[in-house]
T-cell receptor, first 113, second 113 residues
Framework: NAGVTQTPKFQVLKTGQSMTLQCAQDMNHEYMSWYRQDPGMGLRLIHY???????DQGEVPNGYNVSRSTTEDFPLRLLSAAPSQTSVYFCASRQASSYNEQFFGPGTRLTVL | QQQVKQSPQSLIVQKGGISIINCAYENTAFDYFPWYQQFPGKGPALLIA?????SEKKEGRFTISFNKSAKQFSLHIMDSQPGDSATYFC????????????FGAGTQVVVTP
């Protein structure tokens, strides 16, 4: 199993550009989520999904959109990038139970100029 | 406002020493407390986790101590090794919120030879 995969690994955008961060998992996990990691702030939840067709907002959802058309994929869209969105983004997945281990992808480092 | 407060921000320990990281929370509905370990350029990975029905959990050199009345929990790394040099995050979640994880700010641990 590849686990949780993310593409791209690095990305540089100009302010106002849009892009999609890709996330896929091959473990048939129901729950998937996106976090951003900033120095001194830990990981903050952006959006999450509890199954195909079901998504909800996390702690810091503004400026980001998600959709979940399949169990495997959970892309994160930046509609109009801003410098404040410069961060490292992690996708994660786990089985349905809240007490199950959450598996993280390798991350995407995004810089917005 | 972070729901889980983690300290210290960083610590340096000699090989063979004990590393101690502390976390505190306010929400008494939290019922799952994992610790994640992150190496540079990688995603976080589950290290050890505890539920509030026990006061201590040990896995190898890593021990979680949990104090429900004080709403605090800590990670002890015994016989610290240079390979333990990483960033450690505590987290908390509650089952009735789809198990969304609230992370502490992280502690960078450096183990000197």
């Amino acid at each position: 199993n590849a686990g949780v995969t993310q593409t791209p690994k690095f990305q540089v955008l100009k302010t106002g550009q849009s892009m999609t961060l890709q996330c896929a998992q091959d473990m048939n996990h129901e729950y998937m989520s996106w976090y951003r990691q900033d120095p001194g702030m830990g990981l903050r939840l952006i959006h999450y999904s509890v199954g195909a067709g079901i998504t909800d907002q996390g702690e810091v959802p503004n400026g980001y959109n998600v959709s979940r058309s399949t169990t495997e994929d959970f892309p994160l869209r930046l509609l109009s990038a801003a410098p404040s969105q410069t961060s490292v983004y992690f996708c994660a997945s786990r089985q349905a139970s809240s007490y199950n281990e959450q598996f993280f992808g390798p991350g995407t480092r995004l810089t917005v100029l | 406002q972070q729901q889980v407060k983690q300290s210290p921000q960083s610590l340096i320990v000699q090989k063979g020493g004990i590393s101690i990281i502390n976390c505190a929370y306010e929400n008494t509905a939290f019922d799952y407390f994992p610790w994640y370990q992150q190496f540079p350029g990688k995603g976080p990975a589950l290290l050890i986790a505890i539920r509030p029905d026990v006061s201590e959990k040990k896995e190898g050199r890593f021990t979680i101590s949990f104090n429900k009345s004080a709403k605090q929990f800590s990670l002890h790394i015994m016989d610290s090794q240079p390979g333990d040099s990483a960033t450690y995050f505590c987290a908390a979640s509650m089952a009735d919120s789809w198990g969304k994880l609230q992370f502490g700010a992280g502690t960078q641990v450096v183990v000197t030879p």
